[in-house]
């Protein structure tokens, strides 16, 4: 077992992120001795140092952490699952997701749990190009696109640039399956021994209780990695993805997960995985 008391943590700049990370990495909780070097990325970027096992503790594409069993395992708190909600596709025109069956769709990254989750709803729209979150609402409204798969806060930008929403896929999950829909999670690298992550977990599981009961003590740092969002656009964000499941993923969390895994693997998008998923 690793005895690491100094840890290398990666996570987005989106208002989720830096809401639930605040608490314990600015010492407003008991840290228990840890202390931890900051990675702030698109989730994307995270996807890849996980792949090249970069990062101690990091933030997760669900879809990426389907490849990345053996090396991390998923902390019961920090995770993001949508409640009727989830990545949006988005087009300039009225259209019906079947219209989109050839056309060229923006995704937010490859490894994105949102083209995991299209790619399972409708796995014969094939004609997707990666782009940058952030960039996709401008790609659909150039037209070199017809279409976009958005996530983040663009849901709440998208409609007043005049885009149309075709569908919103965590609806659609949560309609099929009865769960919640998976986005991301925190990860620990499993050769930190089961000791040290369950400390991290309990610490973690600290720092989104202190945001819940303190829901504005980390505006300032929300705020500094989201200065294009309005405050009133940063809570909307936070109050849809943080959540219950944030807390504590519980049985229902757990299940929804252990479900977007299975449907992946009766797809053929990756093996079945030998190892827990679970703390």
Not at 2 to 12: P, Y
Not at 250 to 262: E, P, S, V, Y
Request: with cysteine.
């Amino acid at each position: 077992m690793t005895n690491k008391q100094h840890l290398r943590l990666g996570f987005s700049s989106c208002p989720n992120d830096t809401y639930i990370f605040d608490a314990m990495i600015h010492g407003k909780i008991d840290t228990e001795g840890l202390s931890f070097d900051l990675i702030i990325e698109d989730v994307e970027e995270l996807n890849k140092r996980a792949f090249n096992a970069d990062l101690d503790i990091t933030k997760i594409s669900f879809n990426a952490y389907t490849k990345l069993v053996d090396k991390y395992i998923l902390l019961d708190s920090g995770a993001a699952l949508g409640e009727n909600c989830g990545p949006l596709i988005i087009t300039k025109t009225d259209t019906t997701i079947d219209e989109l069956k050839h056309k060229s769709i923006a995704i937010p990254g490859i490894n994105t749990t949102a083209n995991l989750l299209m790619s399972l709803a409708f796995p014969e729209h094939k004609n997707k190009k990666e782009l940058l979150f952030s960039d996709i609402e401008k790609a659909v409204l150039e037209g070199s696109v017809d279409a976009g798969l958005i996530i983040h806060e663009s849901r709440f930008t998208y409609a007043e640039k005049g885009l149309k929403k075709v569908l919103d896929i965590g609806e659609y999950w949560e309609n099929k399956t009865g769960t919640p829909t998976p986005l991301g999670g925190i990860l620990a690298k499993r050769e930190l021994g089961d000791k040290l992550i369950e400390k991290i977990n309990r610490i973690l599981k600290r720092s989104v209780q202190f945001a819940f009961d303190n829901p504005k003590s980390g505006l300032d740092f929300i705020r500094l990695h989201s200065q294009e969002m309005s405050e009133e656009v940063m809570y909307k964000h936070i109050g849809l993805y943080v959540n219950h499941y944030s807390l504590d993923l519980g049985t229902k969390g757990k299940q929804a997960i252990q479900l977007l895994f299975d449907n992946a693997v009766e797809a053929g998008f990756i093996s079945k995985p030998d190892k827990n998923l679970f703390l």
